[in-house]
């Protein structure tokens, strides 16, 4: 997948991930999120299922780059103890 493809997924997973969780914040968190929660997606995707992030239009991909955004996010409102 090449990294224009991972930026538009980054956005669309993060601001899926965030209007799950009701999180608020600017288009660069949001795409943050979202490429982080692809990468830590694709990496429980290929150790638990032995399949990872393999393209723009798979569904895997997207159900593994949404989770995965929606993870990270749900960390980092722990971490920092924020309110949702």
Do not use: E, P
């Not at 997606?41 to 992030?53: E, K, Y």
């Amino acid at each position: 997948m090449g990294f224009i493809a991972w930026i538009i997924m980054g956005l669309i997973a993060g601001a899926i991930a965030k209007s799950i969780l009701k999180q608020d914040g600017g288009w660069v968190s949001t795409l943050l999120v979202g490429v982080v929660g692809g990468v830590v997606g694709g990496w429980i995707g290929s150790a638990l299922f032995d399949h990872g992030v393999t393209g723009f239009f798979s569904l895997w991909s997207w159900l593994l780059a949404i989770g995965g955004s929606v993870l990270v996010l749900w960390l980092y409102t722990v971490i920092t103890k924020k309110k949702a």
